[in-house]
């Protein structure tokens, strides 16, 4: 997984999927407020917002990234995102668009799962007043789990028998079974790690599979929670109790329409706005004339823009969405590697000079990749001499990235 790391934004139909998929990229996937109007999945380049190298060595007007952008330290590395017809309960007997949804999902590396929060739609999407979205938390994760674990238990006599023939390991076997999901031998072992059981596999009964399919769920797709449309009144009494009954799933509060319209408003030219940031400015409040900005004549427009102001920034601080992003960065462990050609400079000109400015290459990769898997993700099977960190001190293939350990590398090619 490099920086073709997959978001999926998954939830029940009408809950913002599309919307926040816009709101985080430059896609224009239909959005609508009636269920299943998302069919086929819309892929596209998010930006994660990360601390940049050149922060740390006071470089940042040097910086020129190769993708995405960097400004003042803060750099947004390219992250794709995939956003997937909605999920009704049932799904994994096929119910709605039951299983073109799941297959869809298969090569996700992380989810977010898509809450409304305003309770104004039920399990299937469509318009109600006062529904708890607690409900939605947890079913969703149970059609997941169900359906790996109904596509295991199909085959699981003919898997159990091949198990005994070729004397194989857990690990082996399983990692066959879910290697459709892009799993790795490596993953599969922290899955059963999580799972603490150790029993022979051909003895495992119902339950056992079970066990051992929720801790590859968890392994496979962390999952975070959007708690979407939160500029809806009543999206407070929701928010509280998901959060209150579920402390230990990460969530963030998003107003993925309100970023929409806000970076709607900014190409119009009426705001100043960075994205996700917790304020903006209209030209009432550009008393000096800095940002050149249209005068807002529109009575509706202003008030919509107020109550922007009042339900959104006012009470939850920001839209949320950057956040959104970086968590589920987080509940992945991404850490940012930047691959330089000289590493005392930190840029990529064969001569060590700084002309083609410093940090051009980012790829995102999972705490505790090897040094040499992130060659192989960066270089291919390009012969490499050694390797150097900072400093120019050597590093094995064997050392492992963390956030500011190994995480600045140079490739030095065999002549
Ligand atoms: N109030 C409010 N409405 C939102 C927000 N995000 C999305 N919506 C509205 O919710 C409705 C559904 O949005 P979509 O983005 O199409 O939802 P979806 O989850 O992709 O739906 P399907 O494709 O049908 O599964 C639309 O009317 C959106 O405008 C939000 O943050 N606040
Ligand atoms: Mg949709």
């Known amino acids: ?161 091949r198990h005994v023939s070729t004397k194989s390991t857990a690990v082996e076997t399983l990692r066959n079974q879910f290697s459709g999901y892009g799993a790795t031998g490596q993953l599969v072992q922290r899955a059963l790690d999580r799972s603490k059981v150790t029993a022979p596999l051909e003895s495992w009964d119902d339950d056992t599979i079970e066990h051992v399919v929720s801790a590859f769920v968890d392994e496979k797709f962390p999952t975070i929670l959007a708690l979407n449309k939160i500029d809806h009144p009543d999206a407070d009494r929701c928010i509280y109790r998901i959060q209150r009954t579920h402390p230990e799933i990460p969530t963030v509060l998003t107003s993925a329409k309100t970023e929409v319209f806000l970076r709607r408003l900014r190409k119009q030219k009426y705001i100043y706005y960075e994205e996700g940031a917790s304020e903006f400015i209209t030209k009432l409040e550009d008393t000096e004339q800095q940002y050149d900005l249209r005068e807002i004549e529109d009575e509706r427009l202003q008030e919509r823009i107020d109550q922007i102001r009042d339900m959104v920034f006012y009470r939850w601080s920001d839209t949320g969405i950057l956040r959104a992003l970086q968590e589920a960065a987080r509940a992945l462990n991404l850490v940012a590697v930047f691959t330089v050609r000289n590493i005392h400079t930190f840029s990529n000109n064969t001569d060590g000079s700084s002309s083609a400015g410093v940090f051009r290459d980012c790829i995102l990769v999972r705490q505790g990749t090897t040094v040499g898997s992130v060659l192989r993700k960066t270089m291919g099977d390009i012969p490499v001499a050694f390797i150097e960190g900072l400093d120019g001190m050597r590093v094995s293939k064997d050392a492992t990235v963390d956030y500011k350990k190994n995480d600045i590398l140079c490739f030095k090619m065999s002549r």
């Not at 297959?103 to 039920?122: F, K, M, N, P, Q």
């Open 1 to 161: 997984m490099g920086n073709d790391a997959l978001i999926g934004l998954v939830g029940k139909p009408s809950s913002g999927k599309s919307t926040l998929l816009n709101s985080l990229t430059d896609a224009t996937a239909k959005t609508g407020a009636f269920p299943f109007t998302t069919i086929d999945p819309n892929k596209a380049t998010g930006y994660l917002q990360i601390d940049c190298a050149c922060a740390r060595f006071g470089k940042q007007d040097l910086c020129r990234p190769n993708y995405g952008s960097c400004k003042d330290g803060k750099r947004y590395v390219p992250i794709m995102l995939l956003d997937v017809a909605g999920l009704v309960p049932g799904a994994h007997e096929g119910r709605g668009l039951g299983n073109k949804f799941l297959d869809d999902l298969r090569h996700a590396d992380a989810l977010i799962h898509v809450v409304d929060s305003s309770g104004t739609t039920d399990a299937e999407g469509k318009a109600t007043a006062g529904y708890d979205s607690l409900q939605d938390v947890e079913w969703l994760r149970s059609e997941i789990l169900r359906w790996i674990e109904g596509n295991l238990k199909v085959k699981w006599g003919g898997i159990k028998r």
